[in-house]
């Protein structure tokens, strides 16, 4: 079946960091990719997607892009500022016997620091 | 951007009560709604998937009897949790999606059960 790993947290920067939070999955067939984040007391949101190899998502200064042949989907953003606390998950769309769904990772929490 | 909400945000209850969580899409017509568990430090596991008035579709594993999901309208789901136990305490989330808007879904803010 479909499955999204991703790195454990927390991890801590300090503000204006470079971030990387990895993410490899594993489907059948051609999932589209997807970053939420989750801010405290908040639902998900969706920060970027992918919907095929070598696309590249971008939001906010945030970036991923789909590896089909490392069939990974990395979160990277260049400076992180304080207010980009939260937690974020990885999660790829892909049809299974019951339909189109979505699958995530268990989230990294990521705390920026002053 | 559309909103969902979930009512209410946090809930206590003793054993063998039943409890209602509501979800309610704010300003769009949700065609579908999905109902999660997330277990602390776990992914968010999908729990069903229902439509507006038909019954839900159950993911392997979920007990349907114990995990009621009614979808009467295209603005409100919810989920009542049956005679519930400790082991029933965990973090509900659910979200909303309308296919006018590429199939994305939207999520609500969750609701925290705890069952003494």
């Known amino acids: 079946g479909n499955s999204v790993t991703q790195m454990e947290g927390p991890v801590t920067l300090s503000e204006e960091a470079f971030l990387t939070i990895n993410c490899t999955y594993t489907a059948t067939g051609y999932p589209s990719l997807f970053w939420y984040v989750q801010y405290p007391g908040e639902g998900l949101q969706l920060l970027l997607k992918a919907t095929k190899a070598d696309d590249k998502g971008s939001n906010k200064g945030f970036e991923a892009t789909y590896r089909k042949e490392t069939t990974s989907f990395h979160l990277e953003k260049g400076s992180v500022q304080v207010s980009d606390s939260a937690v974020y998950f990885c999660a790829l769309s892909g049809f299974t016997g019951g339909g189109n769904k979505l699958t995530f990772g268990t989230g990294t929490q990521l705390k920026v620091e002053l | 951007g559309a909103v969902v909400s979930q009512h209410p945000s946090r809930v206590i209850c003793k054993s063998g009560t039943s409890v209602k969580i509501e979800c309610r899409s704010l300003?769009?017509?949700?065609?579908?709604m999905f109902w999660y568990r997330q277990f602390p430090k776990k992914s968010l596991m999908l729990m069903a998937t229902s439509n507006e008035g038909s019954k839900a579709t159950y993911e392997q594993g979920v007990e349907k009897d114990k995990f009621l999901i009614n979808h009467a309208s295209l603005t409100l789901s919810t989920l009542t949790v049956t005679s519930a136990h400790p082991e029933d305490s965990s973090f509900y989330i659910c979200s909303a999606r309308t296919s006018g808007r590429h199939n994305e879904q939207f999520f609500g803010p969750g609701t925290r059960l705890t069952v003494l």
């Open positions: 300003d769009f017509q949700a065609t579908t």
